[in-house]
């Protein structure tokens, strides 16, 4: 297998895992962080590589179209970890959109390649998504719903980069005589 096809595998399989170990539906938000540079084995923010984020948006944005879920792409720290979405994702949800596109240097070749082959994307500051996918160490954890619970995936690494994922849970309330719901 080429190694982009290998990339496209993978971070399918990943996605198509964390979806159905989290429970993410039609509708729901996943948040999404990824180093091209870890994956083709640099440092993170140091060796971007616009073919392998391609690869890396192929492969989530299949599988959200497959399943109705959501995708918000996150951006590097030059812009702030602000993301991608769709604009009627970010009406749905009430985020307002903030102005500025990705480039490979300058929000990352992942997020560069989402605005890309989104229908009418825009960049948001903060999102609070259900489950999320963490590609080389991109710290997502800002963006998802405030009680995270890690995901232990059996893709352990896309490419040479480390894979973390966590769902999200309602927060349980009220002490020792509390009953909850399973």
């Given at each position: 297998?080429?190694?982009?096809?290998?990339?496209?595998?993978?971070?399918?399989?990943?996605?198509?895992?964390?979806?159905?170990?989290?429970?993410?539906?039609?509708?729901?938000?996943?948040?999404?962080?990824?180093?091209?540079?870890?994956?083709?084995?640099?440092?993170?923010?140091?060796?971007?590589?616009?073919?392998?984020?391609?690869?890396?948006?192929?492969?989530?944005?299949?599988?959200?179209?497959?399943?109705?879920?959501?995708?918000?792409?996150?951006?590097?720290?030059?812009?702030?970890?602000?993301l991608i979405v769709e604009r009627t994702t970010a009406e749905r949800f009430g985020?307002?959109?903030?102005?500025?596109?990705?480039?490979?240097?300058?929000?990352?070749?992942?997020?560069?390649?989402?605005?890309?082959?989104?229908?009418?994307?825009?960049?948001?500051?903060?999102?609070?998504?259900?489950?999320?996918?963490?590609?080389?160490?991109?710290?997502?954890?800002?963006?998802?719903?405030?009680?995270?619970?890690?995901?232990?995936?059996?893709?352990?690494?896309?490419?040479?980069?480390?894979?973390?994922?966590?769902?999200?849970?309602?927060?349980?309330?009220?002490?020792?005589?509390?009953?909850?719901?399973?």
């Open positions: 297998m080429e190694p982009l096809e290998q990339i496209l595998s993978e971070t399918y399989a990943a996605g198509e895992e964390l979806v159905r170990l989290s429970g993410l539906g039609r509708g729901d938000l996943l948040v999404v962080g990824c180093s091209s540079s870890e994956i083709c084995g640099g440092q993170i923010g140091h060796a971007s590589s616009p073919e392998t984020g391609k690869a890396v948006a192929q492969a989530l944005l299949r599988l959200c179209a497959e399943t109705g879920v959501l995708l918000a792409a996150q951006c590097c720290e030059h812009l702030n970890r602000a985020y307002e959109p903030v102005c500025v596109r990705p480039v490979p240097k300058a929000g990352g070749s992942f997020a560069t390649a989402v605005y890309e082959a989104m229908q009418e994307p825009v960049a948001v500051e903060h999102v609070r998504a259900k489950a999320g996918l963490d590609i080389g160490g991109t710290l997502i954890g800002m963006h998802l719903k405030e009680v995270a619970v890690p995901l232990r995936l059996s893709v352990k690494a896309i490419g040479s980069a480390g894979v973390a994922a966590a769902k999200t849970r309602p927060k349980l309330i009220g002490g020792a005589r509390a009953v909850y719901p399973e």
